[in-house]
């Protein structure tokens, strides 16, 4: 018996890495010239909010993730010919008491999701919502 349920947690195992193998082979994936490492936000184009210094953007193998002033952020990203597409956000749920740290977070996660293209000139990395700068980041 206790054979059989090593044997069937090894299955399982087995198959839980080969499905997220699948998945990854599958996302989506940054474009040729495409800026992968960390992004600090230096600025963005909304003055509802002021942009708090400990966002940031983390870019590798079709990934994008950082922290949102409070809380912690990844999901799928398309980089490919100066587009760019953000999917669906996993957001932690960590309590954000600091209403300017809120206002932050909402403001930026609101704009990461409107974002449509991006360049680099290779000290900063720009993205932009219908040819206008909406998020400007800073190499870490």
């Known amino acids: 018996m206790k054979k059989m ?6 299955l399982l195992l087995t198959v839980l890495v080969a499905g997220c193998t699948s998945a ?3 996302g989506p994936v940054a474009g040729a010239g495409a800026p992968v490492g ?5 600025a963005w184009n909304d003055p ?12 590798a193998d079709g990934l994008v993730s950082g922290k949102a002033a409070c809380n912690n952020y990844s999901g799928p990203v398309m980089m490919d010919n100066g587009n760019f597409s953000v999917g ?22 609101r704009l990461l999701g409107e974002v449509t293209g991006w360049f680099s000139d ?9 040819g206008a700068e ?6 870490v």
Do not use: H
């Not at 669906?88 to 996660?109: I, K």
């Open 24 to 26: 990854n082979a599958a």
């Open 38 to 42: 960390g992004w600090v936000l230096e």
């Open 122 to 130: 290779g000290t900063s990395l720009v993205l932009t919502t219908n």
């Open 48 to 59: 509802s909010a002021v942009p708090n210094d400990g966002i940031t953007l983390q870019l």
């Open 88 to 109: 669906t956000l996993a957001v932690t749920r960590m309590a954000c008491l600091d209403a300017g740290l809120a206002a932050a977070e909402d403001t930026y996660l």
């Open 134 to 139: 909406t998020l400007r980041f800073k190499t």
């Open 5 to 10: 349920i090593v044997a069937a947690l090894g």
